[in-house]
C-alpha cells in the first residue's frame, strides 16, 4: 500500500506560478512512475506530467514548456512547477503513483489539491 499526500494548491492570477508537492510513504519498492494528473469540472482526469524511475519525464503538449516535474528519490517526493498559468489549468490535481508488479498494476491516488487560475 502506497499513501500520497499533497500540498500547494491555491488561488493564483493569470501569468503566476505554485509549486507542488507530493510524499509518498509505504511499500515504493515496485513503483515505477510518479505523476500529476488533473480534472477540471465536467472534464476527465487528464495526465499533466509524470516522471519514471530512471528521471525520464513525459509531459501533456498543454503544458510543456511551463510545467516543470522533478523527484527527489530520497524524500519520495516530487514536485510540479506551475509557471505561467492560465485560467484553463484550474482544476483539481492529483498525485499518482504507478505500480507493477509481477504482470499486476495498480494506480494510487492523493486526495487532490485545488488550482484556481482567475484574475
Known amino acids: 500500500q502506497v499513501r500520497l499526500a499533497e500540498s500547494g494548491g491555491g488561488l493564483v492570477q493569470p501569468g503566476g506560478s505554485l509549486n507542488l508537492s507530493c510524499t509518498a510513504s509505504g511499500d515504493m519498492r515496485y513503483i515505477k512512475s510518479m505523476g500529476w494528473y488533473r480534472q477540471a469540472l465536467g472534464n476527465q482526469r487528464e495526465l499533466v506530467a509524470s516522471v519514471n524511475n530512471r528521471g525520464s519525464a513525459r509531459y501533456a503538449d498543454s503544458v510543456k514548456g511551463r510545467f516543470t516535474i522533478s523527484r527527489d528519490n530520497a524524500e519520495n517526493t516530487i514536485y510540479l512547477q506551475l509557471n505561467n498559468l492560465k485560467p484553463e489549468d484550474t482544476a483539481v490535481y492529483y498525485c499518482?503513483?504507478?505500480?507493477?508488479?509481477?504482470?499486476?498494476?495498480?494506480?494510487?491516488w492523493g486526495q487532490g489539491t485545488q488550482v484556481t487560475v482567475s484574475s
Open positions: 499518482n503513483a504507478y505500480m507493477t508488479y509481477v504482470g499486476d498494476e495498480h494506480d494510487f
